[in-house]
């Protein structure tokens, strides 16, 4: 996985997304959270997005992404509806759409933030912990805790939880079991593999813009790169106000996934383009 973070590139190697989403599942363990209770995501994609949901399902969690867009009433609803019993969070700004109503969450064990590096100065709460603390609080575990949860899930299981986002009313979820998940990239692996050999594989590359909170996004950026093995580059938050041309160049990506709205905003650009520039197209 590769992300630019103010023009300084970060890497994990597989070996250290492993790494990192067994320390995630660890401080699940050390913090006695219950397995099948959920583990809720608000933030914009990045390496932290997929170990959280990585970690979540060693541990046998339900892992379920909460838009970045939705308003402070529409979390809340969601973590209590999921059972969540651990939120991550990008941003101390995304923070305050839990705290004021931390109240009405008596399961929550653990607040997590992942792109910051302190905490705001009047959160004096034990459950808030940044991403690198978190980590660190099951390092002394044996991962045979882990794998021994891992051999108890079973195919027809929830593995995640997709909602909407709450525009017509309180947000609805859709379960997914794990054999949903891998029977999401079946289709996806043979009919890309159809149009080019490599765009399927280890060789492959993408880029990760669209929400992971929608099964669009999850599905290319998660569930495939996890049962390929393929590259991930992650955009900036601003993807789609202008910067994703750029991590598109930077990245190269083999294949590209896109809704109807984003290839319409390329045509346009490359429009504009073309009238600057003539005999540009």
Known sequence: MFVDRGGKVFTWTWNQYNLEAFQFAKALSKLNVRERSAVAIMGFNSPEWVIGFAGSILYNCVCTGIYATNAAEACIYQVDHSEAEVILVETNEMLKRFTASLHKLPRVKAIVVWGEDQLPSDVQDSRFFLWRDFLKLGQELND????????????????????????????????????????????????????????????????SYLPLSHIAGLSVDVLCHMYQGHEV?????DALQGTLVQTLTWARPTSFFAVPRVWEKFEEKMKEIAASKPGFL
């Not at 995640?160 to 947000?171: A, N, R, V």
């Not at 580059?233 to 938050?237: I, S, T």
């Open 144 to 207: 045979s805790i882990i794998h021994e949860k891992v051999s108890r899930q079973k195919p027809g299981e929830c593995a995640c939880l997709i909602y909407t986002s709450g525009t017509t009313g309180q947000p609805k979820g859709c379960m997914l079991s794990h054999d949903n998940c891998v029977w999401e990239c079946i289709p996806l692996m043979e009919t890309w593999g159809r149009e080019d050999a490599s765009m399927v594989g280890p060789q492959n590359r993408t880029v």
């Open 233 to 237: 580059y992650f955009a900036r938050p």
